[in-house]
């Protein structure tokens, strides 16, 4: 017997429960793993008058599989309205969702700030922020063995665009990420009046875009990208399908930010350094590990987003192997004073340091063995747990075939595990 899916058309589920009357109601079934699934449609609506966007968060499903979800928000969210019932608190909302489609509704404001500037910022004619900033994330969501199929559109005034991390067709982005529960778009966003440069370098779709008239440097990205890439992916345990990179200028954030599959660099930032390192390779590093480290570790996301930046503009011929040197060098000088890299933050003449280990390590690991720094990282990618300072060790000591030297230093002495 059949069962009818959420998938049919309505007309012929109509014309099913007139011909099989009681049966209908008779049929137990479980839909098939693919039909369970549901539509999750997100609808974006800039306001640059009020620095804010309308989003308009659209459920449908053939059955009730998605019946409660509950977002926390900051207090840049208001006018939250929806189908069904709402309960608002003060920094949580809980919406029950209707049986078979509804929406939810909220206002948002962009901007954010970050010291002295911003890591989301709405002006007139621009706007650049995560997906994180205006989608508020969830803390509970109620669904048994569903998946979404999430979208994200943007309703803009005419002479805007709108980049994402996401695979674009006809306007309408596909949110792909590993949570199916509740696929929520994540990653860098930006719309307005934008310029936006595309390519493909090796299995990476790289896109950068940033507002009109910014100062920003798409075609020398592109081409530091597509001298690099190629040397990064013969490092990964696998490709990086997607990278965004979406710069603009002041009053934007004077710095870089990382996040899934896209990152922020500021159009004012040199692209490599004098000292021989690029914020926008190490920004791709982090992108491209998407690498999880238990608190306290940070040293190890840092200290190789840092030196495997430095390495593949080696590696490529960007620069050269004394330029090379010289960075490991000045790195090394940098971080002399630095006692411990154990801490939930690391920063400055600490990654230095992490560099500088990093850096022993592969000649430990070149004077002892066949092995190089790459089998490390590719080790340490591969786990599905959080990093820590004693996986480096043990990584480090499979390879070498007794423990590492470098890695019983007293820097790393009260890195607690
Ligand atoms: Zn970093």
Redesign the pocket.
């Known amino acids: 017997m059949n069962c009818f899916s959420a998938r049919q058309k309505p007309g012929i589920w109509r014309l099913g429960l007139i011909a099989l009357g009681f049966a209908v109601s008779a049929c137990n079934a479980e839909p098939e793993p693919e039909d369970r699934e549901y539509r999750l449609d997100f609808v974006v609506t800039p306001m640059p008058e009020a620095a804010a966007v309308a989003v308009s968060m659209e459920v449908s499903q053939g059955r009730h599989w998605l019946r409660e979800v509950e977002f926390d928000f900051d207090t840049r969210y208001s006018d939250f309205e929806g189908d069904g019932q709402l309960d608002i608190g003060s920094d949580t909302v809980k919406w029950s969702v209707p049986k078979r489609s509804g929406s939810l509704n909220w206002t948002v404001q962009i901007p954010n700030r970050r010291g002295n500037s911003f890591d989301a910022y709405m002006d007139i004619g621009w706007a650049i922020f995560r997906a994180e900033d205006i989608i508020p994330r969830k803390s509970s969501v109620t669904a048994v063995d569903v998946t979404s199929k999430t979208t994200l559109r943007f309703d803009l005034p005419a002479g805007w665009s709108a980049t994402t991390p996401y695979r674009e067709r006809r306007g309408v982005f596909s949110v792909e990420n590993p949570d199916r529960r509740l696929d929520l778009p994540s990653g860098w966003i930006a719309m307005g009046s934008l310029g936006t440069r595309f390519d493909t370098v090796g299995s990476t779709r790289v896109v950068v875009t940033g507002p009109s008239r910014q100062g920003v440097r798409r075609m020398d990205m592109l081409a530091l990208l597509r001298w690099n890439l190629p040397e990064l992916e013969r490092i990964l345990p696998a490709p990086m399908r997607r990278l965004t990179v979406v710069s603009g200028g002041d009053p934007m954030w004077r710095g ?1 930010l ?1 996040a899934p599959t896209s990152l922020f660099i500021h159009a004012d930032l040199p692209l490599i350094s004098e000292n021989g390192t690029s914020l926008l390779l ?2 791709v590093m ?1 992108v491209a590990m998407n690498l999880k480290v238990a608190d306290g570790h940070d040293w190890i ?2 200290g190789l ?2 030196y495997f930046s430095i390495e593949l503009m080696r590696r490529s011929g960007t620069i050269s192997d004394r330029r090379y040197r010289r960075a490991i060098r000045e790195l090394r000088e940098w971080s002399k004073d630095v006692e411990s890299v154990c801490g939930r933050e690391s920063t400055g003449p600490v ?1 230095a340091a992490g560099v500088t280990l990093l850096s022993d390590l592969n000649a430990e690991l070149a004077e002892n063995t066949e092995k190089t720094i790459d089998d490390l990282l590719y080790e340490v990618l591969s786990r599905d747990e959080p990093v820590n300072t004693q996986t480096v060790r043990d990584i480090a000591e499979t390879l070498l075939g007794s423990p590492s030297k470098t890695l019983s230093a007293d820097i790393l002495g009260n890195c607690s595990d």
């Open positions: 870089g990382s190490h920004e982090h996301h840092e987003a840092e990654t």
